[in-house]
């Protein structure tokens, strides 16, 4: 059995005290919170906006300072804890290896600009998970080096968990990255992928995450499948990695956004074997299941904390999440959208869906579809303000803040991903 090795001692009486409080506050925590009232109020500003004529100025104000936290962090006495857990001390650098990335962002898009991503932190992400792949769960052939190189995972989760304490948390989150990753492309997509035979294939790869209880005559057989291909092997190591930290509500949580995820894929596979393209408003709801979703999720596990379960759970924190995740999404349709016209048939994404449904150009309904993005956006934002106004806790403050910093550190990937993405010549 692998093993990732004990996590520094300092950072497990971090955790532990967070793990108490949480416990502690869990059950009075759901009743403090009135997220009812946060949940179903009057629509709140945007932060960004500055207070306008339908807003009182007070309740303007209270959003925009729970927001600022979420994207800021809390500040005051004794909230030092709450930014971010106990760190390793990354050594000094020379300049040059911290030079900003390439890409553009696509005009127009609503989006938080993020700080470069600690260049020793990428390095040092971008080696193991590469000797993982290679010589843990034998990923990928030769040829396909290049591309696991060019999806520059290692940047991308330093990028989305600023907040993580040590590396070996961030390579909880790029471990299951890459094996999600894995499955899209061999079981869905390019790399062998189709929607024949996709549901079969996608449960049995589920039971690595959720395991088969069976009787003792057929569980050596199933044992023996999830060393089958890659994505099982990938699926398998993973979550294996995950479960030596993650509690058995996050846990439970993470394989809940899988189901949903996988869900996702299957109605996504069975359109494309019909040639069926959906309404705008149908497809928004096939790609709220097909979503990155089971990512800003696990940010409390990779942050080295808890949120409960019966705050996880709460409406106001569901559409938070929700929202968020169909914003990170949009965004990958959108910086994706000139490779998929260029893949062979037809790939849906949400310019390609309003351009047919509501018959409108290629152009309009791309700048469409970055109306669409964001709404979204800002309705998380509105609603996460809200949440963390309505419930201040520190766990939930630091989830949505997680959220929040997952949601933009997505957005820089795409954009300085110049090796997957470009932008189409609408401008
Ligand atoms: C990492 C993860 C949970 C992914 C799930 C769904 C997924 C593959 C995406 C949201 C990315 O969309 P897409 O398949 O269109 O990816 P590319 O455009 O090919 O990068
Ligand atoms: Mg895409």
Same mark, same amino acid.
């Given at each position: 059995?692998?093993?990732?090795?004990?996590?520094?001692?300092?950072?497990?009486?971090?955790?532990?005290?967070?793990?108490?409080?949480?416990?502690?506050?869990?059950?009075?925590?759901?009743?403090?919170?009135?997220?009812?009232?946060?949940?179903?109020?009057?629509?709140?500003?945007?932060?960004?906006?500055?207070?306008?004529?339908?807003?009182?100025?007070?309740?303007?104000?209270?959003?925009?300072?729970?927001?600022?936290?979420?994207?800021?962090?809390?500040?005051?006495?004794?909230?030092?804890?709450? !930014?971010?857990?106990?760190? @390793?001390?990354?050594?000094?650098?020379?300049?040059?290896?911290?030079?900003?990335? @390439?890409?553009?962002?696509?005009?127009?898009?609503?989006?938080?600009?993020?700080?470069?991503?600690?260049?020793?932190?990428?390095?040092?992400?971008?080696?193991?998970?590469?000797?993982?792949?290679?010589?843990?769960?034998?990923l990928y052939p030769?040829e396909w080096e290049e591309q696991f190189d060019g999806f520059?995972v290692?940047?991308?989760?330093?990028?989305?968990?600023?907040?993580?304490?040590?590396?070996?948390?961030?390579?909880?989150?790029?471990?299951?990255m890459v094996a999600e990753n894995a499955v899209d492309d061999c079981y869905c997509e390019d790399h062998g992928g189709s929607p024949i035979g996709l549901?079969?294939r996608l449960?049995?790869?589920?039971?690595?995450?959720?395991?088969? !209880?069976?009787?003792?005559?057929?569980?050596?057989?199933?044992?023996?499948?999830?060393?089958?291909d890659a994505p099982?092997?990938a699926?398998?190591?993973?979550? @294996?990695?995950?479960?030596?930290?993650?509690?058995?509500?996050?846990?439970?949580?993470?394989?809940?956004?899988?189901?949903?995820?996988?869900?996702?894929y299957?109605?996504e596979a069975?359109w494309a074997q019909?040639?069926?393209?959906?309404?705008?408003?149908?497809?928004?709801?096939?790609?709220?299941?097909n979503?990155?979703?089971?990512?800003?999720?696990?940010?409390?596990?990779?942050?080295?904390?808890?949120?409960?379960?019966?705050?996880?759970?709460?409406?106001?924190?569901?559409?938070?999440?929700?929202?968020?995740?169909?914003?990170?999404?949009?965004?990958n349709d959108?910086y994706s959208y000139t490779k998929e016209l260029a893949s062979p048939g037809r790939h849906l994404n949400?310019?390609v869906?309003?351009?047919?449904?509501?018959?409108?150009?290629?152009?309009?309904?791309?700048?469409?579809?970055?109306?669409?993005?964001?709404?979204?956006?800002?309705?998380?934002?509105?609603?996460?303000?809200?949440?963390?106004?309505?419930?201040?806790?520190?766990?939930?403050?630091?989830?949505?803040?997680?959220?929040?910093?997952?949601?933009?550190?997505?957005?820089?990937? !795409?954009?300085?991903n110049?090796y997957r993405y470009s932008?189409?010549?609408?401008?």
């Open positions: 059995m692998p093993n990732p090795g004990p996590f520094p001692p300092q950072l497990s009486l971090s955790a532990a005290a967070l793990h108490f409080g949480t416990t502690a506050l869990s059950d009075s925590a759901a009743r403090a919170c009135d997220v009812k009232a946060a949940a179903s109020g009057p629509p709140v500003s945007s932060v960004p906006v500055p207070p306008s004529a339908d807003v009182p100025a007070s309740e303007a104000e209270t959003a925009d300072a729970a927001l600022e936290r979420i994207l800021r962090g809390p500040s005051g006495l004794g909230t030092t804890s709450l !930014h971010l857990a106990l760190r @390793e001390e990354p050594p000094a650098l020379p300049e040059s290896r911290a030079a900003p990335a @390439e890409g553009n962002p696509i005009p127009g898009l609503y989006y938080h600009p993020v700080a470069e991503p600690d260049p020793v932190r990428v390095e040092e992400v971008s080696r193991r998970i590469k000797a993982w792949a290679l010589e843990e769960v034998d030769e520059s290692g940047r991308y989760m330093v990028a989305c968990h600023p907040d993580a304490p040590t590396v070996d948390h961030l390579m909880l989150a790029t471990r299951l549901g079969g449960l049995l790869a589920h039971t690595a995450l959720d395991p088969l !209880h069976t009787t003792k005559e057929y569980q050596p057989q199933w044992a023996e499948s999830l060393h089958s099982r092997r699926y398998r190591s993973a979550m @294996e990695y995950f479960l030596q930290e993650a509690s058995p509500s996050q846990a439970d949580r993470f394989r809940h956004d899988m189901a949903r995820l996988h869900m996702g299957l109605a069975a019909t040639e069926h393209v959906p309404e705008v408003w149908a497809y928004l709801a096939m790609r709220q299941f979503n990155f979703r089971p990512c800003p999720t696990i940010t409390d596990t990779v942050g080295g904390y808890e949120l409960p379960a019966d705050l996880h759970a709460q409406p106001a924190m569901q559409r938070a999440i929700a929202l968020a995740g169909n914003a990170t999404t949009i965004v959108l949400l310019p869906v309003i351009a047919e449904r509501e018959g409108v150009s290629d152009r309009e309904a791309y700048l469409k579809a970055i109306e669409v993005h964001n709404d979204l956006m800002h309705d998380f934002e509105a609603e996460a303000a809200a949440l963390a106004a309505a419930c201040p806790l520190p766990n939930v403050q630091r989830f949505l803040r997680g959220v929040a910093a997952w949601v933009d550190g997505n957005h820089y990937w !795409h954009q300085t110049t932008l189409p010549d609408f401008w």
